[in-house]
């Protein structure tokens, strides 16, 4: 349709693992957005629990009935990547005000690097205002329960990599 363009929105992160918080904006996303791409950042400095390619089965294992959710990876700047993917949206989770100071940086700094895509911040509901993929792989590496905090996949996950690495 003439004048119409398609609202391409990245969802970027490390998705280390992805949790039930992640999957809480992805599905706001996809309400606003006709299509979101998770692009799970490749970062070779930072050791991951799980490689770019376990991450990526993951969410596209969780969001396999909705076409509207893409997953990709990349690397160096999320601009550049945007760009490339033709997206006008960056979208990011907020869960609290510690969350801010950051995000507000990355924001603007986007920002300065290409004025053209906005960065779109959504709340996660309630439950999952203080999970973090870091929390929770502490607190499973420590014996602790993740039960609702990440999809049931995840959990599995978790448990045959604590097992692979005699954790
Ligand atoms: O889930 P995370 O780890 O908080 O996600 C952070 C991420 C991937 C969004 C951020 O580190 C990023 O965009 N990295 C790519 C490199 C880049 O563009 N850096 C400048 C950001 S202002």
């Known amino acids: 349709m003439t004048g119409q363009t398609t ?13 039930n918080g992640h999957v ?8 606003l957005f006709d299509r979101i791409v998770v692009a799970i950042l490749v970062n070779v400095e930072k050791a991951p629990l799980f490689t770019a390619e376990e991450r990526v089965a993951t969410v596209r294992e969780v969001f396999r009935d909705q076409p509207c959710v893409e997953v990709d990876t990349f690397q160096g700047l999320l601009v ?19 969350d ?5 940086q990355m924001a603007l700094m986007n920002r300065r690097l290409t004025p053209e895509i906005e960065t779109v911040f959504m709340m996660p509901a309630e439950p999952y205002t203080y999970v973090s993929s870091r929390l929770v792989k502490e607190v499973f ?6 039960e609702g905090l990440v999809p049931t ?3 599995a996950q978790l448990r045959a990599k604590h097992r692979r690495l005699g954790v």
């Not at 609202?7 to 949790?19: I, K, Q």
């Open 141 to 146: 590496s420590l014996g602790g329960s993740v």
């Open 153 to 155: 996949s995840v959990e």
């Open 24 to 31: 809480d904006i992805i599905e706001r996303g996809t309400k």
């Open 7 to 19: 609202r391409l929105a990245v969802y970027p992160g490390s998705f280390d693992p992805l949790t």
């Open 80 to 98: 550049d990547y945007a760009r490339h993917r033709q997206a006008n949206v960056i979208v990011r989770g907020l869960r609290a005000v510690s």
């Open 100 to 104: 801010f100071e950051y995000e507000l």
